[in-house]
């Protein structure tokens, strides 16, 4: 094994990551080669003094906090009886679906009133007659009755008229 | 009363029953592993405390729901990483910047088993933890979390491929490209 074969695999070497067999290769060589041992000595001095780091003991009230924050965050939550309700709708699955179906039961929809157009259209057909009765059913349009303020009008209007003329 | 040998996986089960004893015993396992994981990678006490509290509230809502298909160890170590570097994005935008005071709230195992070392020791300690504590932290996340899960957790390759969802090829990148950086970063502090 060369030097820069064994250098590659130091990290595996010392976390005993390697397969049997390569771990004893570069196990020989570190006996053989005093640069790579000199190399490997200093990545060892690195993982030794990260033992200096100290670890906290967590504090006696630990649990009871935690158990203070679960049921606080059970009030902040949603009315329990709801939970599920958004829990579901909160589903992208779900949300996907609800589109998905909402797009095809609006274009169904759709289709059946484009397809039932001529229906409606002789309908309208028959709405806009009656109408018209109704209009001229009014007697709006009939003569105006001789002697009444609208024949005066009518009288004056047409006698102005041929004044200008 | 709870058998004390009775496995993770059935305590869990048992808590999804609302059994609050279970719960209670899952969190005195492992309180101390995730308190002192997320302590090594926040490089704070009391923000370490918070998350630690957070993985356990995790834990307790998603019981009912949970599936012991991989390890409970290898899924609780996984919402610890995940909140860490959740956390870490989220203190960014915030613009938080960790720092350390001695006056913390968890204890070191010294004070708590009242071995009375003197006070120059205790400084010294304390300052060569805090330039551990400091090199780790310049770390990238991945690297640092790849770091401390090796190096503390004494996890094989695999469980942190696992833990870090990715390959174990990429993991041994990860310890390789670490280590050169951490040897760089605590000579610099030996300066």
Redesign the interface.
């Known amino acids: 094994m060369k030097c820069f074969q064994a250098q590659k695999r130091f ?2 070497f ?2 005993a ?1 390697l397969k049997p067999q390569e771990q004893e290769r570069v196990s020989k060589h570190l006996e053989s080669c005093s640069a790579c041992r000199e190399r490997y000595a ?2 060892e001095k ?2 030794q ?2 033992g ?8 006696p009230g ?2 009871g ?3 203070k ?2 049921n606080e ?1 059970y009030e902040t939550r949603s009315p329990v009886g709801f939970q599920w309700l958004f829990q579901f709708f909160s589903s992208p699955g779900v949300a996907l679906t609800l589109l998905l179906a909402g797009i095809l039961i609006g274009t169904f929809l759709g289709n059946i009133l484009v397809k039932s157009d001529s229906f409606p259209l002789q309908q309208n057909r028959i709405a806009h007659s009656q109408a018209a009765n109704e209009v001229f059913s009014l007697r709006a349009f009939d003569p105006i009755p001789p002697g009444t303020l609208g024949d005066k009008y009518l009288r004056l209007a047409s006698y102005s008229e041929e004044g200008r003329r | 009363m709870i058998d004390p040998l009775i496995s993770d996986e059935e305590l869990m089960a048992e808590t999804a029953q609302g059994d609050e004893h279970a719960f209670e015993l899952l969190v005195e396992r492992h309180q101390s592993r995730m308190l002192n994981l997320i302590y090594r990678f926040v490089g704070n006490r009391t923000q370490a405390r918070d998350l630690a509290q957070e993985v356990f509230i995790r834990v307790w809502q998603a019981a009912s729901r949970y599936k012991p298909r991989a390890k409970f160890t290898t899924w609780i170590y996984r919402i610890s990483a995940n909140l860490c570097l959740n956390e870490l994005k989220s203190s960014a935008r915030k613009k938080l910047f960790f720092s350390e005071s001695l006056v913390g709230e968890g204890r070191t195992p010294n004070e708590e088993n009242n071995v009375s070392p003197s006070a120059e020791d205790i400084l010294l300690a304390e300052e060569r933890s805090r330039q551990i504590s400091h090199a780790l932290r310049s770390l990238p996340e991945n690297q640092r979390m790849a770091l401390i899960l090796k190096r503390y957790d004494n996890l094989s390759y695999h469980e942190i491929a696992k833990i870090m969802e990715c390959s174990v090829s990429a993991v041994e990148s990860l310890l390789v490209r670490a280590k050169g950086n951490l040897k760089e970063k605590l000579v610099f502090h030996e300066k």
């Open positions: 990290s595996a010392q976390d990551e200093e990545m690195v993982w003094a990260l200096d780091f100290k670890e906290i003991i967590p504090q630990f649990y906090q935690l158990v924050k679960v965050s």
